[in-house]
């Protein structure tokens, strides 16, 4: 039985053109779409749906896409919920974290709150998917990777260190078929009263002295930072020296 | 005229001095300097009350006779004196809660057991806002799983909640969530904080803010009671919005406690009712540890100019899975590649723990390693740069030594956790 795999979609920003493009997270989520499910996987947007990103996504060998059509205004998170509800679906797949917007991170949590599934972040691979139980791989910091099982249906938001999407053709995005459905939104009432502005650089941490007298500051000012001495082995055995060692890395568990 | 103290005129007249008090007077490194020179500055009462104070009575006559008068006030930089070495340690006053009328929870990161820098910015900012809100407030922090730190009533946490057990253990996101939701029922906080980060800090988080239907701040950067600034669009915008309950926010959104000391109470823990785990964790998977980037890199073990058996240094990283590094002599050498340089003109490196074997220090090496938190150095000289920064040094061979290290991690694969007596699942699952 093939699997029923979703992938939301939303519109990108280039860091530094600020132009619209495919968003890296979301792409990934298309390759993994793709990987898993193949030509059956259904690609999804909230928005617009004569935006031209949407090409781009289609570009990567999509034969159809369904954009949910509302304005910018509206809650993405219950019309998606209402439609996945509708289908039986196995994996939904998003991004971590949206590239315009508010990029909160928020909507596959909120998702899987309402649909009741469980939620894995920041994925770097979904290794298998056999007898109702997925194999992920997360992604976590400084490049190590934890193995999960999760039983389906389940949402996964994958992390940068997911394969990278394919090239987008140009031609496959434009003959890409755009299927829109009407949907009824609700207006984002918590979003209304804010104000949005250019991100301004944030000012760099100086150090402060908290010096009362002159010569305080001079000290702060000329003193060499004394770090407290750690350890010296000296005159023990090569074989009391290595367990010290080895006892540390152990203690600080980078061995495992 | 007379500006000592110690000179005082005996009922008949002779001028009596005490040349040990003017000595004393002299030397500015005498303990009792201070009181000498005190001696009789404060002035006396006069006949019709007022103080009266002497203005020549200031100072004090050098041995070559010309007036010295110490301004310093006891703040003179200290010589290196052999005889009194002890520099007094600097106690910092208390923030007592003793009955707090709201709280405001943080969840710090714990990276590694400890509080990170971005941790510490957090719990700041919660006495920022603490202070804000009217009434006394305490300051919760909730770890979970192993907690190494010992410095909790230095950053600033008036009440701990430790969940500890096997089942915050590794990957237990849903738990976590389950005990912070038993908790928001049972304290009901005016704020919950968490770092903004990759280190789980924004999924623990999210399921919160999910869990409780509340709408969170996310990168939020500048905060008061009324206004938060978050980062919205990829970090393109700045979004100004009214300050929710729950914030998610940035490195560097406020200045670290470093003024007083506060209690480490603990606080009652509801009883967690934890639904089945729906995730399993199966354990980190092993990675070949010089395919992470160095910048990144967890554990290094980098070479210098005091290594001669470059096949045995290649099998000790493997064996005990750590990254490879190199300093510039090493580099310049042919022994290893550019791009595993650290240092100054090669990569910065963040590691928690690095060991540097024959390496000696150069600036421009310490300068690479700035940001590790623990450092190992092997080397047979005693005395240089390297071991002084080191956590732990050791002088000696770097052959023997690492061949004796080498043994000790073939012997742990062999028979894993056999080494610390424990068995838990991760040791076993990765090796």
Redesign the interface.
């Known amino acids: 039985m093939p699997l029923n795999i979703v992938s939301l979609v939303s519109v ?2 280039h ?1 530094q053109s ?1 132009r619209s493009r495919r968003a890296e997270q979301d792409g990934r989520a298309v390759e993994m779409g793709l990987k898993l499910a193949g030509q059956q996987l259904s690609v999804v947007h909230v928005g617009n749906p004569d935006e031209p990103v949407l090409r781009q996504y289609a570009g990567m060998g999509l034969s159809s896409l369904t954009v949910l059509k509302q304005a910018d205004r509206f809650d993405a998170v219950p019309v998606l919920q209402r439609y996945l509800e509708q289908k039986n679906i196995d994996i939904v797949l998003t991004g971590v ?10 909507v596959p ?2 998702l ?2 309402a649909l009741g599934w ?5 994925v770097a691979d979904i290794v298998c998917v056999e007898k109702g139980e997925a ?1 992920v ?2 992604a ?12 389906l249906p ?1 949402i996964a938001s994958l992390d940068l260190a997911a394969p990278p999407a394919r090239q987008s053709a140009f031609g496959v995005g434009l003959r890409a078929k755009i299927e829109t459905i009407e949907s009824i939104g609700e207006v984002d009432q ?1 979003r209304v ?8 650089p ?1 000012a760099k ?1 100086l150090k ?1 002295v ?1 010096a009362k ?4 500051r ?2 702060a000012a000329t003193a060499k930072p004394q ?1 407290d ?6 005159n023990e055995t ?2 009391q ?6 006892d ?3 203690e ?5 | 005229m007379n500006d000592f103290s110690s000179v005082a005129v005996s009922p008949v007249g002779v001028v009596r001095r005490d040349p040990r008090k003017e000595w004393m007077a002299r030397n500015r490194l005498h303990p009792r300097h201070h009181e000498v020179i005190s001696e009789g500055v404060g002035g006396e009462m006069g006949a019709n009350g007022l103080m009266r104070r002497n203005p020549r009575q200031i100072g004090f006559i050098g041995p070559n006779g010309i007036k010295r008068i110490d301004r ?2 006891g ?3 200290q010589t290196p004196n052999k005889r009194q070495s002890v520099v007094p340690e600097v106690v910092l006053p208390w923030h007592v809660v003793a009955t707090a009328d709201f709280y405001i929870f943080v969840v710090p990161d714990m ?2 057991g400890r509080l990170s820098g971005h941790d510490k910015d957090i719990l700041g900012l919660a006495h920022r806002l603490q202070k804000e809100i009217a009434g006394q407030g305490a300051v919760v922090a909730v770890c979970f799983g192993e907690v190494k730190e010992t410095q909790f009533e230095l950053a600033g946490v008036d009440r701990l909640v430790h969940f500890a057990g096997a089942e915050f253990e ?2 237990a ?2 738990a976590k969530a389950a005990a912070l939701a038993a908790m928001d029922e049972r304290w009901a906080p005016k704020h919950w904080l968490f770092p903004d980060s ?2 789980g800090g ?2 623990l988080g ?2 919160l ?3 409780l239907g509340e ?2 701040a ?2 939020a ?1 500048q905060v008061d009671l009324e206004k938060t600034v978050a ?12 300050t929710p309950r729950i914030l998610f926010l940035l490195e ?1 959104c406020a ?1 670290p406690i470093d ?1 007083t000391r506060h209690q480490v109470l603990s606080l009652e823990m509801p009883e967690v009712q934890r639904p089945a785990p ?8 092993a ?1 070949d540890p010089n ?3 160095l910048a ?4 290094i073990l980098s070479a210098g100019n005091g290594i001669h058996n470059w096949a045995q240094f290649h099998q000790t990283a493997k064996a ?3 990254t490879e590094g190199a300093s510039r002599v090493a580099v310049d050498d042919g022994f290893m590649p550019r791009s595993r340089q650290v240092g100054a003109s090669g990569t910065w490196v963040t590691a ?2 690095y ?1 540097a074997v024959g390496i000696s220090g150069a600036i421009q090496h310490l300068q690479g390693i700035a940001q590790c ?4 150095a ?1 080397n047979t000289d ?1 005395g240089c740069d390297m ?10 061979d770097s052959d ?2 690492l061949s ?2 080498m ?3 073939n012997e ?1 694969l062999v028979e894993p956790g056999a ?2 007596g424990n068995t838990n699942k ?2 076993s699952d ?2």
């Open positions: 990108g920003r860091p600020g974290r949206s590239e315009s917007g508010e990029s909160s991170g928020m949590y909120l899987a709150h469980p939620v894995v972040a920041r194999q791989l997360l976590l910091p400084r490049g190590q990777r934890r193995a999960v099982r999760v039983a389940f918590i009263d804010w104000q949005e502005a250019e991100a301004k944030r941490r402060t908290k007298t002159a010569a305080e001079f000290k770090g001495a750690g350890k010296v082995l000296i090569t074989q020296k290595a367990q010290a060692i080895f540390l890395l152990l600080e568990k980078v061995i495992r | 310093l006030k703040n003179a930089v990276v590694g590794g990957f996101a849903e990759i280190h924004t999924d999210s399921r803010a999910a869990e709408r969170p996310t990168q950067w980062r919205g669009a990829g970090g393109s915008l700045d979004i100004s919005r009214a560097e200045y003024e729906r995730l399993l964790d199966q354990g980190l998977v990675v395919e992470i980037p990144e890199a967890e554990f005990l899975g750590a928690r723990v060991i938190d623990k450092i190992i092997i005693a071991v002084k920064r080191a956590n732990l040094a050791v002088i000696d023997a030594i004796a290290l043994m000790l991690a742990k080494v610390q991760e040791d990765a090796a």
